[in-house]
């Protein structure tokens, strides 16, 4: 090796260290909520903001990398039998809860039955005898079995080919059985998890403050501290990044095409397409929705260009599909009706309110935030032309949930990102019978042809057929009306260069980083 040749390989030594070398523990995260997290208990959470701090908290058997591929996280390895019935698990040894027990075969058992019974039944009910104990027909879940402390044992009532990314839902997050059963509701302001960072302080509608668990089975994070903030107003949080109080943020309304041309921010504006949809749903049950000419009417009346062009500056994905593009078994040629509002009319005329006479003003609910207050004003506007009046009732997140998931809101704004990656998550989880409230199908929907084909094509194996089916049932939801799209979701996040190894997943977005923050840094 010539003298010169070492001389070169030194300084690429020096200036090229390798990921390892460059990291460094230490450090407090600074990032902010639109709104409080209703709850930081797995089985009850049904929102982004409560999922963002659960998956820091818990751990869950398999876990979603940044190509949406199930990795290793509680389990070490699993096996799945030819039938694709059966998924076993090996865990790995040692793993710990926060109170310092160590995590068994027996509490991956408890925390399923437990969160069965919880806002998210749908995770479950795929395992045998599921559908019975969520409905409290059994003590248990006979699919989740117990091989010893180290292995489970679960088992399908039949092939369900995105089963590994829903074992990666916070939903299906592993807890201590004694800790839930010690603290009682008060497991939802004081949870326990095995997760990478524990709760340290939760101050209601200020802050909410992780702190490092040292004896994590992946070892320490990189972090010593993360501190989610609660800014309500999206020019608030900005203004706070600015001025150095942030690490991330996200860009508010009406700034994307400016933050992105600015100087100062070179280095910082990150956006890239997740997996979630912005949309109008309709109660069914609550006149005149249950009408499928009102609900077109409302669909032809407006025009979502405005929104995505206009109030979004272009920074997010035009569609008219329920699924988004950065989906799995997205289906660009998907048909929405929309932008004849001679149409609107007509099929106002045909329902018997005529440029909207006998209608009395329409609730229309959304949760806080400036965007949501702008979209809804600009609604309101839109259905004027064609004599629909709109009252709009603005809530706090977890009230408007609230209102929602009990069936109080008539028409009202429908925000889902994918808890998985699969057509499965949207269409089945929102549209079918079964999850009807709560679970998922807060427009009460209901339709015998489209359960069937939405029950076909989930117990078909992956592959083309299996996402030609769910594009069927996609087309026919659009066109009766029962849900329109505004567009779908991008994350347009400022993160300061010093924050490394923050994922940009299709499952994340700003403000609510759903990334695993064990993996993020500070130079």
Known sequence: MTRRLVTMLLILAVVCPTQAAAQKRGGTLRAAFGADPPTLDPAQATDTTSSAVIRQLFDTLVELDERLEPRPALAERWTVSPDQRLYTFWLRPGARFHNGR?????????????????????????????????????????????????????????????????????????????????????????????????????????????EAFPNHFRGAPWLDRIVFRVIPAEITRFNEYRTGHLDVSDIPTGHCRAVKADPAFKGHVAVWPTLGTQALRFN??????????????????????????????????????????????????????????????RLLAEAGYPDGRGLPPIPYHFNTGDLNQRIAEWLQAQ??????????????????????????????????????????????????????????????????????RLDEADAMPPGPARFRRYHEAEQRILGDGAWITLYHYSSRALIRPAVKGLERSPLSSAPEMLAPLRKVWLE
């Open 284 to 345: 069914v049950e609550k006149p005149p929705f249950g009408d499928s000419r009102v609900r077109l009417a409302v669909a032809q009346a407006i025009d979502p260009a405005a929104v995505v062009d206009g109030l979004l500056e272009g920074c997010v994905i035009a569609g008219k599909g329920i699924l988004p593009p950065a989906l799995p078994g997205h289906n660009p040629g998907v048909t929405a009706p929309g932008g004849d509002r001679a149409r609107a009319r």
């Open 383 to 452: 259905l004027k032309e064609i004599g629909l009046r709109l009252e709009l009732r603005r809530l706090d997140w977890a009230a408007h949930i609230k209102v929602v998931d009990e069936g109080g809101a008539a028409m009202f704004r429908q925000g889902w990102i994918a808890d998985y990656p699969d057509p499965e998550n949207f269409l089945t989880v929102l549209f079918h019978s079964r999850n009807v409230g709560a679970a998922g199908n807060t427009g009460r929907y209901r339709s015998p042809e489209l359960d069937r």
């Open 102 to 210: 160590v995590m068994t075969a027996a509490d991956v058992k408890f925390s399923f039955e437990r969160a069965a019974r919880g806002k998210r039944p749908w995770v479950f009910e795929k395992l045998a005898g599921a559908r019975e104990h969520i409905r409290g027909a059994s003590g248990g879940i006979s699919g989740v079995r117990v091989v010893d402390d180290r292995t489970v044992a679960l088992q399908l009532d039949r092939p369900f080919a995105p089963f590994l990314s829903l074992m990666a839902y916070d939903a299906a997050s592993i807890v201590p059985g004694e800790e839930t059963q010690r603290l009682g509701p008060a497991f939802a302001s004081r949870p326990v998890g095995s997760g990478a960072f524990r709760l340290r302080e939760w101050v209601r509608d200020d802050r909410v403050v992780l």
